[in-house]
Nanobody
Framework: QLVESGGGLVQAGDSLRLSCAGP????????IGWFRRAPGKERDFVAS????????AYADSVKGRFTIIRDDAKSSVYLRMNNLKPEDTGLYYC?????????????????WGQGTQVTVSS
C-alpha cells in the first residue's frame, strides 16, 4: 500500500515536496516512480528511482526542476518540485515495482497510491 501526501494549491514559481509512504514496504527492494494525470489527459511518467538507491530518471518536462529522493529507512520516497508551472497541475501518483530496475511505463508498476492533487496557478 502506498500513500501520497504533500499536494496543494500554489502559484507559478513556488515549490512543493510530495511524499510517498509505504508503511511496512521494504522500499529499498522496489523501484519507485511518480506519475501525474493532468485534467483530461493520460497519466504520464514524471520520475523514478531504482531500487537499492540506483539511478534516477526524469521526464524531459521536469528535468532540472524536480528531484526524486528516497529514504528507505522511513519507507518513503519524495518528489521535490521547484519552479512549478501551471502545466505541472495534475493528480500525482507514486507507484512501486520489484520486477524492473529501470521503469517509466505504467504497465511496469504493480502497486499504486490514490494520488495527491497539485494545482499551480499562473
Amino acid at each position: 500500500q502506498l500513500v501520497e501526501s504533500g499536494g496543494g494549491l500554489v502559484q507559478a514559481g513556488d515549490s512543493l515536496r510530495l511524499s510517498c509512504a509505504g508503511p511496512g514496504l521494504p522500499t529499498g527492494e522496489y523501484t519507485i516512480g511518480w506519475f501525474r494525470r493532468a485534467p483530461g489527459k493520460e497519466r504520464d511518467f514524471v520520475a523514478s528511482t531504482s531500487r537499492r538507491g540506483g539511478s534516477a530518471a526524469y521526464a524531459d518536462s521536469v528535468k532540472g526542476r524536480f528531484t526524486i529522493i528516497r529514504d528507505d529507512a522511513k519507507s518513503s520516497v519524495y518528489l521535490r518540485m521547484n519552479n512549478l508551472k501551471p502545466e505541472d497541475t495534475g493528480l500525482y501518483y507514486c507507484a512501486a515495482t520489484r520486477d524492473y530496475y529501470s521503469a517509466s511505463r505504467e504497465a511496469q508498476f504493480d502497486f499504486w497510491g490514490q494520488g495527491t492533487q497539485v494545482t499551480v496557478s499562473s
